[in-house]
């Protein structure tokens, strides 16, 4: 499969200031992380709130400073990318916000809102050129053309959850980042929007990134899982390895709280309670992480961090793990 991006030691942090005479704070957001994706594949990102999942995504479309690290996309590296640069980036990467009503300005009609990608990154675009693909990129996500003159406050959250994925479409991006997308949605509404992505995949050849909390969506939809803790990668593998044999204590404490339909299973299900709080990304545990909260951990844990090896066509960051 071709590679599409390319993310080598990528690091997010965010300096917070303390006051006149004290050091400043940094947040460790995302800490030194090393993966690829694949052309016309669907990776999940996983974990918990905190764990820097948002800030990578952000990251990857511009919206936060990559602060070291490099992040190779068509042969442009993000962490170095000049403006002109990333509006190249923009007209093949698109992002899809968590809450899609908050995503869309209350003062345009939809019109607006979905071309104006197309009028900011093409500005010589003949003005029945930019209709034509509006009106094309509304029916391609099930929007009609007769609400165009409409305001978002006027949709439902699902409908402009659609406004939201037609205005990132417009440009014919390869890759569409997904921060947790379906989140803010109702469960009939998300089951919608989640085939509807799976068919723009399909027809259009994208490539997704799709961010969630929601294990049951991400075993849906995505090909490669990547789960994170405290801004670095636990454990990435496949979708179908990661949920029948998760080898890091923390996938495996992940998978262990999603629910089961069938009752009887649920009720004999034993979930691996993490003990403690997640830790401050302000002043991360030395060594492993994880190791505060891993039920596996010993002494070696918190004197050094693990680096990645191949366990069973994974890739794991776990001393444990053989």
């Known amino acids: 499969m071709k590679k599409i991006l390319e993310v080598k030691n990528l690091k997010v ?7 006149l005479f004290k050091p400043k704070k940094v947040v460790h957001a995302v800490d030194g992380i090393d993966f690829e994706v694949f052309e016309g594949e669907t990776l999940g990102i996983v974990g918990e709130s905190g764990c820097g ?4 995504a952000r990251a990857l479309c511009g919206l936060n400073k990559i602060t070291s ?10 962490a170095k990318a000049t403006a002109k640069q990333w509006d190249e980036v923009h007209k093949q990467m698109q992002f899809i916000f968590q809450d899609p009503v908050a995503a869309l300005d209350p003062r345009m009609t939809v019109v607006e809102i979905i071309a104006e990608p197309l009028v900011t990154l093409y500005p010589n675009m003949k003005q029945t050129e930019v209709m ?4 094309s990129t509304m029916k391609l996500v099930g929007l009609s ?7 978002p406050q006027e949709f439902s959250g699902g409908q402009c959850q659609r406004i939201g994925i037609a205005r990132a479409l417009i440009l014919e991006p390869k890759v569409l980042i997904c ?5 803010a949605l109702d469960v009939s509404i998300k ?6 992505l799976q068919e723009l995949q399909q027809k259009l050849k994208l490539t997704i990134l799709f961010i969630s909390h929601d294990l049951g ?17 636990m454990e990435l593998g496949a979708k179908k390895t990661i949920y029948s044999d998760p080898l890091h204590p923390y996938t495996k404490a992940l998978l262990s709280a999603v629910p089961v339909a069938n009752p009887e299973l649920e009720k004999a299900k034993v979930i691996q309670l993490l003990e403690g709080e997640l830790p401050s990304p302000v002043n991360p545990p030395h060594g492993c992480v994880f190791h505060t909260r891993c039920p596996l951990a010993s002494e070696a844990c918190s004197l050094s961090r693990p680096t990645e090896k191949i366990v069973r066509e994974h890739s794991v960051s776990c001393f444990k793990v053989n």
Not at 53 to 56: C, T
Not at 132 to 135: I, L, M, P, T
């Open 53 to 56: 999942k948002s800030s990578l």
């Open 145 to 151: 053309q007769n609400q165009v003159n409409r305001y």
């Open 217 to 233: 969506v991400i075993k849906h939809i995505c090909n490669r899982i990547l789960v994170m803790y405290l801004g670095n990668i």
């Open 13 to 19: 942090h965010f300096e917070l200031s303390s006051g």
């Open 132 to 135: 034509e693909k509006v009106f």
């Open 179 to 183: 921060d947790e997308s379906v989140s």
């Open 69 to 78: 690290g490099s992040a190779l996309f068509n042969g442009i590296d993000l």
């Open 191 to 196: 089951a919608q929007i989640i085939n509807l």
